[in-house]
Nanobody
C-alpha cells in the first residue's frame, strides 16, 4: 500500500493549486482519504476528508468554500483543489488513508489513519 502526494508549490495570495494523492496497492473506494496539513510551529490539522464507499465529505471550517476534494476510483487518485489561497494556508500537505467510516468528531483524528503519503509543500506568498 502506497500513497504518493504531488502538486505543491509556490503561489501568490488568491491563486490556486491542485494537489493529487495517488494510491496503489489497495482499492481506493474502500478507504477514507483525508488531506492533512502542518504549518511550522503548529499542530497537524485535518483539511478535507472523503469518506469511503459513500463519498461523504468533511471540511475544516477554514477552507470551506475555497477547497474541494474529489476521488477518481478508476485512476486511483484523490485530488485537492485549492482556490483563493491565503498565506495562512502555507503548510506541508499530506494525504492519509484509513479503513474506517468517520463521523464529524473523528474524521480529523490522525491516529485513525493507517497509511500516509509523504508531504508536499504549499507556500502562499503575500
Amino acid at each position: 500500500v502506497q500513497l504518493q502526494a504531488s502538486g505543491g508549490g509556490l503561489v501568490q495570495t488568491g491563486g490556486s493549486l491542485r494537489l493529487s494523492c495517488a494510491a496503489s496497492g489497495f482499492s481506493l473506494n474502500s478507504y477514507t482519504i483525508t488531506w492533512f496539513r502542518q504549518a511550522p510551529g503548529k499542530e497537524r490539522e485535518g483539511v478535507l476528508c472523503i469518506r469511503r464507499n459513500d463519498g461523504y465529505k468533511y471540511y475544516a471550517g477554514s477552507v470551506k468554500g475555497r477547497f474541494t476534494i474529489s476521488r477518481d476510483n478508476a485512476k486511483g487518485t484523490v485530488s485537492l483543489q485549492m482556490n483563493s489561497l491565503q498565506p495562512e494556508d502555507t503548510a506541508v500537505y499530506s494525504c492519509a488513508a484509513g479503513v474506517f467510516s468517520p463521523i464529524l468528531s473523528t474524521w480529523a483524528n490522525a491516529a485513525a489513519y493507517d497509511y500516509w503519503g509523504q508531504g508536499t509543500q504549499v507556500t502562499v506568498s503575500s
